[in-house]
């Protein structure tokens, strides 16, 4: 099993659709998750930290449940700017390194 | 916005060379880290540093990889034989808090020809 799984994509979708992510993990110790957006050939960018009780900024909205080791996140009303790839990531064996999934590409269609 | 700064942008060397990676982190943070991307293929953890030494490397830093923090304000990762494989995007990352609060540097492209 991959480290960290994501849905192959590409996802193509219309402005202002809402579009869904998700992630699984193989590592139950792994103590803290955050999705990250990467735009072609740039760096990674931090998008939002993953908490249990699930945590909403603006139009994204990210969910992590234990139990099933899966991470989730929801672009709501998405933009044309929003196209980029959307990576999610775990920390792994010790909070020092970060775990990273093979990324979901976004593509938002006016 | 504070930023981590990489030099060369991009690099071109010959197979068997050495070369050396720049960064100048984020001047109060503590912990530094070096990453990589193959093109086309997910990002992946070389080597974290703290206290002026390595904290955590993974099975790719091996002995032809070296890091070190030469005077309080730069971060270099250096290899010493470099292979074809080695060509990627290599990003520097800077953090105060552990994992939290990572900031990427915009990447040195190695090619190794």
């Known amino acids: 099993r991959k480290e960290v799984e994501q849905d192959p994509g590409p996802f193509n979708v219309p402005e202002g659709a809402t579009v869904a992510f998700n992630c699984t993990y193989s590592n139950s110790a792994s103590q803290s998750f955050f999705w990250y957006r990467q735009d072609c050939r740039k760096e990674p960018k931090l998008l939002m930290s993953?908490?249990?009780?699930?945590n909403e900024d603006g139009r994204f909205t990210a969910q992590l449940n234990r139990a099933s080791q899966y991470i989730s996140l929801l672009i709501r009303d998405s933009k044309l700017s929003d196209s980029a790839t959307y990576l999610c990531v775990v920390t792994g064996r010790s909070n020092y390194q970060l775990i990273w999934g093979a990324g979901t590409k976004l593509i938002i269609k006016p | 916005e504070p930023e981590v700064t990489q030099t060369p942008s991009h690099q071109v060397t010959q197979m068997g060379q050495e070369v050396i990676l720049r960064c100048v982190p984020i001047s109060n943070h503590l912990y530094f880290y070096w990453y990589r991307q193959i093109l086309g293929q997910k990002v992946e953890f070389l080597v974290s540093f703290y206290n002026n030494e390595i904290s955590e490397k993974s099975e790719i830093f091996d002995d032809q990889f070296s890091v070190e923090r030469p005077d309080g304000s730069n971060f270099t990762l250096k290899i010493r034989s470099t292979k074809l494989e080695d060509s990627a995007m290599y990003f520097c990352?800077?953090?105060?808090?552990?994992?939290?609060?990572?900031?990427f540097g915009s990447g040195t492209r190695l090619t190794v020809v």
């Open positions: 990352a800077s953090s105060e808090r552990g994992q939290y609060g990572y900031t």
């Open positions: 993953v908490y249990s009780s699930g």
